[in-house]
């Protein structure tokens, strides 16, 4: 253990410091230069440890995990940065090194710029001036993360595109930075949905006017070599139509701030509503005026109001066997026409092998037959099953008391630990008999983890499949003899449905074993 591991680390926001000392070679070069002027290190091994472009305030960084790593094989014997703020700008964490963790594993720490080296403090918690220097580097931190997000949203304000794909229609410059120009190709194709709405035709005509013509998507002009899972390269369809007819970029307008962190440095956001969000008009060229795309969603609006559709409960549920697209329900009451379903994929690209239309009178009967059956047959196999309860819940009380022992020998031992330390802080206990008796206890503690998870993730299994069971039972009692289909019982019962051009179908069930019916 008589390495020595050298840690570099620049992060995003020294991008931006003019100081040519804190680039990674500077780094190098000052930590070897101390190593090599210091009598007690020279001689030994030196590994380096780097992170570029990474923040401080997360131990999260490939070099600092690798480092860490061979610290816990004990192979590292003293850990050398350039300051403090290298290792980490999160105060509580870094003093959970300096006084637990390093302490512990015998590692010696030394900050060259700080002028802390923990041989001298042996001992004795952080002194009381790293500590707050600590905390200033944690304040610095935070800082420049509202920098960050100023300086973002001051682009945004200035014209610059800082996201990521712009969308159809556009392209980034190769010229100037974040600027957004008209991409003519895309640009056209845009203009035709637009002039083709503005004539009355639907998404859906639209889509079907749009692949009978070949005209490419987004996907198949800048991706074309992806493909769905079905080896078929994507299409035009009714939602992707009103993804471009709804997008008010075309107007000129770029929208940002549809979310806020929840704090700074988080990584989740929450959503704000939409007279928050920051909207500046003309950034750039549009490709619709204002007129054209009010009377876009004037009429799209006034049709989705002017009809009210019935719900039926097999929506949502069902898919055509032959493209895997979902059915939409046609509730029509005209003469000559009847309830059904039909393909979505179909009526776009006019696909051979998809249903044109299904009988919603024969598919709920034939559902509702399917289902009767299946809840018979499964109330039956689940009553021959009561032993098997019997015994689910034996084995569930032995697990959950040995799950309960591994925890509370953990506790002692835990107790032990934390005693055993206090006695090498305050020096009644040499420092290799108490990394010798520390390391037991680690032991120990690792393998009554890796039992309680076991014991854990077996009593989980169990309990889950006892619930499950009781469960269905509950159910299928409750739903047995059904006499119509309600929403609530195909939410309950039924994951999926597919439909068959020769009328075959085919049910995924929602219970234990997911199994799948065909009539």
């Known amino acids: 253990m008589d390495k020595i591991a050298i840690y570099l680390r620049l992060s995003l926001e020294d991008m931006d410091d003019k100081d040519e000392s804190n680039s990674i070679t500077s780094q190098r070069t000052l930590l070897l230069d101390y190593i090599r002027g210091n009598g007690e290190l020279q001689g030994k091994e030196v590994c380096e440890f780097s992170d570029d ?22 192979k590292i ?14 105060y509580i964490e870094l003093g959970t090194y300096m006084n637990q963790i390093f302490p512990f594993m015998g590692v010696r720490f030394i900050a ?38 100023a300086s973002f949203e001051n682009k945004c304000a200035n014209g610059e595109y800082v996201f990521g794909q712009v969308p159809f229609g556009y392209e980034k410059s190769c ?126 609006k006034g049709a989705d109001t002017s009809r009210k559709r019935e719900k039926n409960p097999l929506v949502g549920k069902l898919f055509c ?38 009988s919603a009178d024969l598919l709920e009967e034939t559902v509702l037959t399917m289902l009767n059956r299946e809840l018979m ?49 305050f020096g009644t206990l040499q420092g290799a008999s108490y990394r010798q008796m520390a390391d037991s206890i680690k032991e120990q503690i690792f393998r009554l983890s890796a039992e309680e998870k076991r014991h854990g993730a077996e009593l989980e299994r169990i309990r889950e499949e006892y619930s499950r069971t009781e469960e269905d039972m509950k159910q299928i009692i409750r739903y047995s003899h059904l006499k119509a289909l309600t929403q609530e019982v195909m939410d309950i019962f039924v994951k999926k449905i597919y439909v068959f051009k020769d009328k075959r179908v085919e049910i995924e069930w929602n219970f234990r074993d997911n199994g799948k019916e065909t009539e």
Not at 114 to 139: C, E, K, M, N, W
Not at 329 to 357: D, G
């Open 321 to 358: 066997g032959g493209c895997g697209y979902s059915m939409s329900y046609k509730s029509l009451r005209v003469k000559n026409k009847y309830r059904r379903f039909e393909c979505r994929k179909h009526a776009t690209l006019q696909i051979p092998e998809c249903c044109t239309y299904f």
């Open 53 to 74: 472009g990474y923040s401080g305030t997360s131990m999260d960084r490939p070099g600092m995990q690798r480092l860490l790593k061979e610290i816990r094989d004990n």
């Open 175 to 300: 010229k100037t930075k974040n600027l957004v120009m008209v991409n003519e190709k895309e640009a056209e194709i845009v203009r035709y949905i637009f002039s083709l709405a503005l004539e009355g035709k639907g998404s859906t005509q639209i889509a079907r006017i749009l692949n009978e013509k070949g005209i490419p998507t987004i996907t198949q002009m800048r991706h074309p070599e992806r493909k769905d899972k079905n080896g078929r390269v994507q299409a035009w369809d009714h939602m992707s139509v009103r993804n471009v007819l709804n997008n008010r970029f075309y107007l000129g307008e770029m929208v940002y701030g549809k979310s806020k962190r929840k704090y700074v440095g988080s990584k989740n956001g929450i959503a704000l509503p939409k007279e928050e969000w920051k909207v500046i008009p003309d950034h750039h060229e549009p490709l619709v005026t204002l007129e054209d795309y009010e009377k876009v969603c004037l009429f799209y």
């Open 112 to 149: 060259v710029n700080d002028h802390y080296d923990s041989r001298d403090h042996v001992g004795s918690t952080t002194p009381i001036d790293t500590a707050f220097q600590t905390l200033l580097y944690d304040l610095y931190s935070k800082d420049i993360s509202v920098k960050v997000k």
């Open 77 to 90: 014997g003293c850990v050398i940065v350039k300051d403090m703020s290298r290792f980490s700008r999160d």
């Open 377 to 425: 047959v499964r109330g039956d196999a689940i009553k021959e099953k009561q032993n098997l309860a019997s015994f689910q819940k034996s084995c569930i009380a032995g697990l959950e008391k040995k799950t309960a022992d591994c925890r509370n020998r953990k506790k002692q031992l835990q107790a032990e630990a934390d005693t055993l330390y206090e006695s090498y802080a």
